[in-house]
């Protein structure tokens, strides 16, 4: 099984998908848009909550390419763009510098 971060950056989709998700996660607010598509994980970790966009956008792949007639372009786009803003935050805490604390865990820096 691949980690996170190896699902995020090898997941490809149309260019249309794709370009409509990136606009639409500049005005992605997750309090509103995130209990939309997954309504009883409001408090879980950023990681927990990518795991389930994946899983959920993957169907939604799946209905697309069986051109199952349940299939909506609007709720794959709104999985894809709290995907992609999910993905954003998710990265980027994972890049922020660590210093090492005393007893030698890192921590993140200030």
Do not use: C, W
Not at 37 to 66: F, H, N, V
Not at 82 to 103: I, M, V, W
Request: net charge positive; aromatic share 4%.
């Amino acid at each position: 099984m691949q980690d996170l971060r190896t699902r995020l950056t090898t997941l490809h989709r149309p260019r249309l998908l794709a370009r409509t998700a990136r606009i639409g996660a500049d005005d992605y607010i997750r309090q509103r848009d995130l209990k939309r598509l997954l309504p009883s994980t409001p408090s879980q970790g950023t990681g927990a909550i990518l795991m389930q966009l994946l899983d959920l956008e993957a169907t939604q792949e799946r209905a697309r390419l069986g051109q199952n007639p349940g299939y909506s372009f609007a709720r794959h786009v709104a999985v894809l763009t709290a995907l992609s803003a999910e993905s954003r935050l998710y990265l980027a805490s994972r890049s922020q510098p660590r210093r090492a604390t005393k007893n030698g865990a890192p921590q993140d820096a200030v």
